[in-house]
Nanobody, 122 residues
Framework: QVQVVESGGGLVQAGGSLRLSCVAS????????MGWYHQAPGKQRDLVAS???????TYADSVKGRFTISRDSAKNTAYLQMSSLKPEDTGVYYC????????????????WGQGTQVTVSS
């Protein structure tokens, strides 16, 4: 069974840093894309950053220059290095992995982690 597990959240002061980790495990042929999503209290879940199998990266405008996504493909792991944190960064961060598997040909399916809470105090 495929599992996606996030870790690394916590409470930090504005201007501080955190590093989130996302580990995918199970029957994985390869991971096409891994991404981090942010859901503030009472708001929708939005893409923060993503990385592809060739390690290309994409960022939301709100985090450019502050957050860095990276990937260790050998360990099926993605990281989100968050710096210069702001109170509006507070919320649950979810990892999504688009995993390629074999089923009557190659298929892709999105897997979500349970989320990790990040709280940024002013």
């Amino acid at each position: 069974q495929v599992q996606v597990v996030e870790s690394g959240g916590g409470l930090v002061q504005a201007g501080g840093s955190l590093r989130l980790s996302c580990v995918a495990s199970g029957s994985i042929l390869r991971i096409e894309t891994m991404g981090w999503y942010h859901q503030a209290p009472g708001k929708q879940r939005d893409l923060v950053a993503s990385t592809t199998s060739d390690e290309s990266t994409t960022y939301a405008d709100s985090v450019k220059g502050r957050f860095t996504i990276s990937r260790d493909s050998a360990k099926n792991t993605a990281y989100l290095q968050m710096s210069s944190l702001k109170p509006e960064d507070t919320g649950v961060y979810y990892c999504n992995a688009k995993i390629v598997y074999v089923s009557q040909g190659l298929r892709s399916r999105d897997y979500w982690g349970q989320g990790t809470q990040v709280t940024v105090s002013s």
